[in-house]
């Protein structure tokens, strides 16, 4: 944490496959974006199994239906946070194909 990033709004318009016009935003930052450390990503791990394990004994529904699983992970691969190299959040630290498929799981953003 302690790096400053600023998000601007470029003018790049695309259409997805519905022919809708979306406005694309790149993350602009001065320094290289870097994936949190060991230690932290341990800690978000363990939340993320304590979530899972508290609705497991709640008889909640833990694992996405695909609809949403493949929702969420678009959203993340066309985020300027997600690394492509071994599928990761550079902002949790998270596999994404892992933590899109447990329902409990929230994008550290919020864009889902």
Known sequence: MGKEYKEEVDRWESFNKNGRLR?????????????PSKIQMAKNFTRSIAKTAKAITRGE?????????????SICRSC??????????????????LKAYFTKEKCPIGKW
Not at 62 to 72: D, M, T, W
């Open 61 to 73: 529904e833990i694992v996405a239906k695909s609809e949403l699983y493949s929702k969420r992970t």
């Open 23 to 35: 406005v694309l935003k790149n993350l602009k930052t001065e320094e290289k974006i870097e994936k």
């Open 80 to 97: 300027p946070w997600f690394s492509g190299k071994g599928e990761r959040c550079q902002k949790c630290g998270c596999i994404v194909p």
